[in-house]
């Protein structure tokens, strides 16, 4: 029988993850660091994940890399592209749960325009650092970094438009937390536009117990039932799951919407 993992574990395993990739991205080397070296971040325990369009850079748009600094795009490990599907509008305030790099808070600060507002969110110091950086070099302005869980954001209620992700839910030990957060700092009408992991129904045992897959963004995943399921407790609804690609024999990237309800009954 797998042995379980506690949720200190998880959490400590996948800030250590995700250090070690902002370090490779800071010395110019890909987070998804490739068989000679250690793993660092999604997909890298992912069979023939690493290199491929199932993670990282590879899922924006030539235009999109091309205004980003080559640390930001160096430290993309996510599984889609949340940008493509927030249908963002100037002057709107939008949060990243687990911004890593900074990838897509810098493009949705672009997005937004000067009058709107860009948050990342991250555990990480290292990323947080990487991500400043990439923020600078970029001259965007619109923009904060802050350090924080995705269990218990630092934000004042009803503070954002949109909250955004990008394969980070799944590494959460408590998603339906993460939910109620989410739902705690968006606007009643406000939108959630994230990409992630969602496993089939008949993930084994073995893979949930597996901390390498969990790090990899795979063993943590919910199922789309337990995706609509958490998001409807937490208060949203006009919820679309729908997979874009399989990431694992078990697995697939799918774009997740939904709205929080307008009023306020949670």
Request: glycine content about 10%.
């Amino acid at each position: 029988m797998a042995r379980a993992i506690d949720k200190i574990e998880i959490r400590e395993a996948v800030r250590e993850r995700y250090a070690t990739a902002a370090r490779s991205a800071g010395e110019g080397k890909p987070g998804c660091c490739g068989p000679s070296e250690s793993s660092c971040g999604c997909g890298t325990d992912v069979p023939d994940a690493c290199g491929d369009d199932a993670f990282g850079p590879a899922l924006y748009s030539g235009a999109e890399r091309d205004v980003l600094p080559d640390a930001a795009k160096l430290a993309s490990l996510g599984c889609g592209n949340p940008i493509a599907v927030a249908e963002l509008h100037e002057e709107e305030v939008v949060l990243d749960l687990g911004s890593g790099g900074g990838i897509d808070v810098l493009l949705s600060a672009r997005r937004v325009g000067p009058t709107g507002k860009a948050y990342g969110l991250d555990m990480t110091d290292e990323m947080l650092e990487l991500a400043r950086q990439s923020q600078r070099r970029a001259g965007i302005e619109n923009v904060e970094f802050v350090k924080g869980t995705i269990e218990e954001i630092p934000l004042p209620d009803a503070a954002v438009d949109v909250v955004i992700s990008n394969c980070v839910i799944n590494l959460s030990a408590d998603k339906p937390r993460v939910f109620r957060e989410a739902a705690r700092v968006l606007r009643p009408g406000g939108r959630l536009a994230v990409t992630d992991i969602v496993a089939d129904p008949d993930m084994d045992e073995a893979t949930r117990a597996d901390m390498r897959q969990w790090t990899g963004c795979v063993a943590g995943a919910l199922t789309e039932a337990d995706f609509s399921r958490e998001l409807a407790a937490a208060g949203f609804d006009e919820i679309e799951i729908h997979e874009t690609h399989r990431v694992h024999e078990r697995a697939g990237s799918a774009i997740i919407r939904a709205r929080l309800s307008s009023h306020d009954d949670r």
